[in-house]
C-alpha cells in the first residue's frame, strides 16, 4: 500500500521521499508487488502440474498415444502455434470451429514417452494467449 502524507507543502511517500520523485516510490513498490505476485503464480503452477503428474501416473500407462485438447480463438496464428507445438510429435489434429465461428476447438493425438512429455506439451501451449486447455 502506497501512503501519502502532506508535509508543509510536499507531499511525500512513506519513505519520504518528496513529489517530483514519487512515480519512483510507486515503481519500487508495485515492482516488489509484481514479483511476488509472479513467484506466487509460479508456484501455484508448479503445484498444480505435479498434482496433475501424479494423477497421470494413475490412470495412463506410458508410452502411449496421448489426447490433448485446447479452445483457442479462430486466428490462423494460433493454431498454427499449436502445430509448431506438435510439429516434431507426429501429431494427428482435429478443429472444429464454434457456432459463431470466433473460437476453434483443438484436438490432439501425439505419442508420448511419459508424464513429463505430457507437462512439457501443455507448458508450452499455456504460452499461447487466450488458450484454455481440457
Known amino acids: 500500500m502506497v501512503t501519502l502524507y502532506y ?3 510536499i507531499f511525500t511517500c512513506q519513505f519520504g521521499i518528496p513529489i517530483k520523485r514519487f512515480n519512483l516510490c510507486i515503481g519500487f513498490i508495485m515492482n516488489e508487488r509484481i514479483e511476488i505476485l509472479e513467484q506466487d503464480k509460479s508456484r501455484r503452477m508448479d503445484d498444480f502440474y505435479q498434482a496433475f503428474k501424479e494423477k497421470l501416473v494413475d490412470t495412463h500407462t506410458f508410452p502411449s498415444d496421448y489426447l490433448f ?14 502445430h509448431a507445438i506438435f510439429e516434431n510429435a507426429n501429431a494427428a489434429f482435429s478443429i472444429r ?8 476447438s483443438v484436438t490432439i493425438k501425439a505419442s508420448v514417452n511419459d508424464v513429463e ?17 481440457l
Do not use: P
Not at 485438447?69 to 499449436?82: D, G, M, P, T
Open 117 to 133: 512429455d505430457v507437462v512439457i506439451y501443455y507448458r508450452q501451449a499455456a504460452s499461447i494467449e487466450g488458450v484454455v486447455m
Open 97 to 104: 470451429d464454434s457456432k459463431n465461428g470466433k473460437y476453434s
Open 7 to 9: 508535509v508543509i507543502g
Open 69 to 82: 485438447k485446447f479452445i483457442v480463438s479462430s486466428e490462423q496464428q494460433n493454431i498454427a502455434r499449436l
